[in-house]
């Protein structure tokens, strides 16, 4: 079974910039499309930023001009840039694709704390 695993996340203040990775255990994010997602406390999981296999990215308003999606083949890694923090970018940080997504296979996530 495909493991997700998302690391970088951490406590910045408002204004700080943060990276987080996610690290698949297979090849997988090369021929698929992948998201990041977040879950704030009491609130439902959304999507933030996408990118496809051919590289084409996609943000949700609230992020836009701040975070950048980018991708690692090679790597099997895609990761998160966050710049211009605010509190409200406070959540669990999670990256998947839609295929595990609609199979309910997630990672652990990881903690992005936004406070001074």
């Known amino acids: 079974q495909v493991q997700l695993v998302e690391s970088g996340g951490g406590l910045v203040q408002p204004g700080g910039s943060l990276r987080v990775s996610c690290a698949a255990s297979?090849?997988?994010?090369?021929?698929?499309?992948v998201g990041w997602y977040r879950q704030a406390p009491g609130k439902q999981r959304e999507v933030v930023a996408a990118?496809?296999?051919?590289?084409?990215?996609n943000y949700v308003d609230s992020v836009k001009g701040r975070f950048t999606i980018s991708r690692d083949n090679a790597k099997n890694t895609v990761y998160l840039q966050m710049n211009s923090l605010k509190p409200e970018d406070t959540a669990v940080y999670y990256c998947?694709?839609?295929?595990?997504?609609?199979?309910?296979?997630w990672g652990q996530g990881t903690l992005v704390t936004v406070s001074s």
């Open positions: 998947n694709t839609p295929a595990l997504v609609a199979a309910g296979v």
């Open positions: 297979g090849s997988i994010f090369s021929i698929y499309d």
């Open positions: 990118i496809s296999s051919g590289g084409s990215t």
